[in-house]
């Protein structure tokens, strides 16, 4: 399993600078398993050479960049201005750009800043549910002049929601499974219900058995989640980096009363989806309901 930062400081390893240097590079250079090392803002400072494999770089090359710099594969020839939560004022400035796009949660200040050196800016904010990908893609139609394109957008997604729905029920014709999205085991957290994920869950009609606690992503431990007893748990996938395996919150939460787990319908859903808000709001919601689906409920 890939070490980020926090596990690397548990097993009391320091950051390398050099890959060769210290206990971790002398044992993870010879491991056939892809190994990593993050600093607190994200940025490599260890790969051995089966995680650079994955990346087509190699290990030296990787250190200090970010997962923006270097995947997908296509963002390698694009400046980096650094990463999601710090971008660089000075790399945006450099590039001398027309329009600045940003999160308001995690880029105000930034943005602010730039205002106030003349650059023009378009805060949006994505995370909080389904509203506000559409207020969002609305406003990056009217900046960019592409209202009508930004529409069709919008009554695609519409349409394919309303199709996913009528799936939905179709598929679960005695009533859906309830369903716990957990975003990590320790400490445990859940998808509550004030986000993107249980605005989509609501829409297409498949319960959010933590749609009663009024945060976004609140902890959870073990008798809250037996308390709610889902049908299904999903727990996000990756395809490089941290993830949470299901065996793993399978063995987390191993003896403890919860249907989804007696019955083994715990599975991974990708994280790509879930946690970007964004256009592909359908195929998040399709992946729910096939997650289901490959767990053996409902009808084919």
């Known amino acids: 399993m890939p070490l980020n930062a926090a596990s690397a400081a548990d097993l009391r390893i320091p950051p390398l600078a050099d890959p060769s240097e210290g206990p971790l590079g002398s044992v993870a250079d010879s ?6 090392v993050k600093d607190r803002e994200g940025r490599f400072v260890y790969a051995n050479a089966a995680f650079a494999a994955i990346t087509g770089l190699g290990p030296e090359a990787l250190l200090g960049q970010t997962d923006h710099d270097v995947f997908p594969e296509e963002v390698r020839a694009i ?60 406003s990056l139609g009217s900046r960019l ?85 889902p049908d299904i748990i999903l727990v996000p996938g990756t395809e490089r980096g941290m993830s949470l395996p299901p065996e793993l919150l399978m063995e987390t939460l191993k003896g403890f009363p ?22 592909r709001v359908a195929e998040a919601a399709k992946s729910l309901l096939e997650a289901a689906v490959s767990l053996g409920c409902g009808e084919k």
């Open 145 to 229: 002049n592409r209202e009508d394109e930004a529409r069709e957008v919008l009554e695609g997604i519409e349409k394919e929601l309303k199709a996913v729905r009528e799936d939905v029920a179709r598929t679960f014709p005695g009533g859906p499974p309830t369903l716990l999205v957990v975003v990590w085991h320790d400490p445990l957290t859940v998808a509550g219900g004030v986000n993107y994920i249980d605005d989509i869950m609501k829409t297409i009609g498949i319960p959010n058995a933590a749609s009663d606690i009024r945060y976004t992503f609140p902890r959870m431990d073990p008798e809250g989640i037996v308390s709610r007893d």
């Open 258 to 279: 919860i249907s989804a787990v007696r019955s083994g319908r715990v599975a991974s859903v990708p994280a790509d989806l879930l946690f970007h808000p964004g256009p």
């Open 79 to 138: 400046p980096s201005v650094g990463g999601y939560y710090d971008p660089s004022l000075e790399r945006i400035l450099a590039l001398s750009p027309q329009l600045v796009i940003g999160i308001a949660t995690f880029h105000g200040k930034l943005l602010e800043r730039l205002e106030a050196l003349g650059v023009d800016t378009l805060p949006l904010t994505i995370h909080r549910g389904l509203d506000g990908v559409r207020e969002s893609i609305l």
């Open 31 to 36: 491991l056939a398993q892809p190994v990593f």
